[in-house]
């Protein structure tokens, strides 16, 4: 299984509670992956995949 870590904008939640960032961990090409592309998240030019 491969993992992403992202480093992403902030939703509402992170504007509402003064976060500058989020990261986010999703399985690459699963739901959360593809979730988080629906919901227009892009990543901020860094990832960090790691293979378990």
Request: one cysteine or more; charged letters at 15%.
């Amino acid at each position: 299984m491969l993992l992403n870590i992202v480093v992403t904008d902030v939703s509402r939640w992170g504007q509402q509670h003064r976060a500058a960032y989020q990261l986010l961990q999703t399985e690459a090409g699963g739901a959360s992956d593809r979730l988080c592309q629906s919901e227009g998240l892009a990543d901020l030019g860094l990832v960090c995949t790691s293979m378990l």
